[in-house]
């Protein structure tokens, strides 16, 4: 574009005349010479010599005219040049915003990048800790109860051995002592019977707690407490067989009295259980909003490097970043309508889980309440049938029921040694994931932070190319004002040649006539020197 202007004005500029470098023809030039010479410029002579003033005065309209093209023409590119001039500082002072505006965003979003990093890690390197506490907690515990459990399954048969040599001397004894103990063996048939009654329901309620604890994985330590009375309960049982020839009827109801309170705390121990189930539902459900935290704030983080990368990615002008800046202010809005959606949905999840679990906790007061009236009402039927039963269990019988009993507990024991040892088992392997998961965590924002150093040189090499591109406007800005300069001495040597044309047309006598004659070969590379020659004649 400014090759084809210099030529342009090279060409215009070509007639015009310079004072410089003008040669006067002498006053002997021959009337022949001066007509070929004003040929050859393109100005009209008379051949015969006599020209007059007209042709003089329509010379120099001609000449004025042309000048007034020309003064014309350079306002036009002093005009261009001036808007030039504008748009180069126009273009400085947007580049230096969006350079001084990129850089203090990316210095932001390094910097909250960095803080967000930090906190992360922070956070899961107390996530972990507090995780390993627990784990090692739980092993201790469950390590605990398994020794508790062998302990209690040596003493349960330590104590069937004694029961067998106890049976043998009331076999040596029941001869003498037959008449004297039938009543009270009566009573302590319906008593073992009432007992096992006891034992079922303790049963039912034991798979409630069953069916509650698999919703709540980590409230199984509870059920050993409840085997644990149970034992006791049997344990108490075999006493009172053990007891119940040496003591007599006032011994044998003072044990029911004993019995009665054991159910009173077992009633309590469930209370306690149920509330242990709240507070676990409680952990767990707080757990899982943590859980979901952390889900959000990684997806927000990710959010911005999108966004980041779009936006280094494209190079906009000022009204296109706006419109970029607006459109990501809709999106950030629709974002925070979805998260206010998505946490009123997850305040309605919570509200009916906290609903589910309160029916469930007066679905077991209401089951606890039936089972307390089954028990009073078992008691009446005991209290009832006490004098009614005069038929004593024989020697099989009792053999063959403390037996079961025995084989009962044992395979109890070791269904809950086998429960315990998977229990062990998956808490270990859910410690592996959770350390998988946090070094995946890890890598990951190792992966963010190289992307934002490759969207950070990106940065540095788009400010180097608007630098050269800037440097290259100075360049044809600094040739455009030498083109100007040398256009306005041009027009006003044209200038000053009019005013000594005017004044040597106004003079009387000889007369000088200033003729522009042909430019030859103007150079290029100086395309506001006009070369022309002035020769004079006699009027």
């Known amino acids: 574009m400014f090759a084809k202007l210099k030529k342009k004005i090279a060409e215009e500029t070509a007639v015009a005349q310079r004072p410089g470098g003008t040669n006067r023809i002498p006053r002997s030039v021959s009337k022949e010479s001066v007509a070929s010479m004003g040929a050859d410029s393109g100005d009209d002579f008379a051949s015969d010599g006599s020209s007059s003033r007209e042709d003089l005065s329509s010379q120099l309209l001609r000449r004025n005219e042309q000048i ?178 040496s003591l007599g009827l006032d011994h044998v109801i003072s044990s029911k009295a004993c019995a009665e309170r054991k159910i009173v705390v077992l009633e309590q121990k469930e209370q306690e259980l149920q509330a242990f189930i709240q507070q676990l539902s409680f952990d767990l459900q707080k757990v899982t909003a943590e859980t979901q935290e952390k889900e959000k704030i990684i997806t927000h983080l990710q959010e911005k490097v999108i966004f980041l990368e779009k936006r280094l990615e494209q190079n906009l002008s000022g009204e296109d ?131 934002l150093k490759e969207s950070r040189n990106e940065c540095e090499r788009s400010l180097r190319h608007h630098q050269s591109e800037l440097k290259k406007l100075k360049d044809e800005w600094s040739q455009r004002e030498i083109v100007s300069v040398a256009m306005a001495q041009a027009l006003e040597e044209v200038r000053k040649q009019r005013e000594e044309f005017q004044q040597q047309s106004c003079c009387p006598g000889p007369k000088e006539l200033m003729l522009p004659l042909r430019p030859q070969n103007p150079g290029p590379e100086h395309p506001a020197e006009l070369q022309h020659s002035v020769f004079t004649f006699t009027a």
């Not at 273009?91 to 990316?106: N, P, T, V, Y």
């Not at 390993?132 to 109860?145: A, F, I």
């Not at 269990?393 to 063959?400: F, R």
């Open 68 to 245: 007034r093209k020309l003064e014309a023409r350079l306002s036009d590119y002093a005009e261009q040049v001036r808007n030039l001039q504008k748009i180069k500082e126009k273009l400085e002072i947007a580049l230096e915003k969006h350079q001084d505006s990129s850089m203090r965003k990316f210095q932001e979003q390094n910097e909250t990048f960095q803080a967000n990093r930090a906190k992360m890690a922070e956070g899961l390197a107390l996530a972990l800790a507090r995780k390993d506490q627990e784990w090692s907690e739980k092993m201790d515990q469950l390590e605990k109860d398994k020794r508790y459990l062998t302990t209690q399954l040596q003493e349960m048969k330590n104590q069937s051995l004694s029961l067998f040599q106890k049976r043998d001397e009331i076999d040596e004894l029941e001869g003498f002592q037959q008449q004297e103990m039938s009543k009270v063996k009566h009573m302590l048939l319906r008593k073992e019977e009432s007992l096992g009654k006891m034992e079922q329901e303790l049963d039912a309620r034991t798979r409630e707690l069953n069916r509650t604890q698999e919703e709540l994985v980590t409230s199984n330590q509870i059920s050993s407490d409840l085997s644990q009375q149970l034992q006791e309960l049997q344990r108490h049982c075999s006493t009172l067989e053990e007891q119940r020839f």
């Open 321 to 451: 970043h706006v419109q970029e800046l607006l459109k990501e202010r809709t999106v950030a809005e629709q974002n925070l309508e979805d998260t206010r959606q998505q946490l009123l949905a997850a305040r309605s999840s919570y509200t009916k889980a906290i609903d589910l679990l309160e029916t469930r906790v007066k679905d077991l007061e209401q089951s606890l309440q039936a089972t307390e009236e089954q028990l009073n009402q078992s008691r009446d039927v005991v209290t009832a049938q006490e004098a009614q039963i005069q038929k004593l269990i024989t020697k099989h019988q009792e053999n063959s029921l403390s037996q079961q009993q025995v084989l009962a507990l044992e395979q109890h024991c070791r269904e809950r040694t086998h429960a315990l040892e998977a229990q062990i088992e998956a808490l270990e392997q859910t410690r592996a994931a959770d350390q998988i998961a946090s070094e995946q965590g890890m890598q990951q924002l190792q992966q963010e932070n190289v992307a």
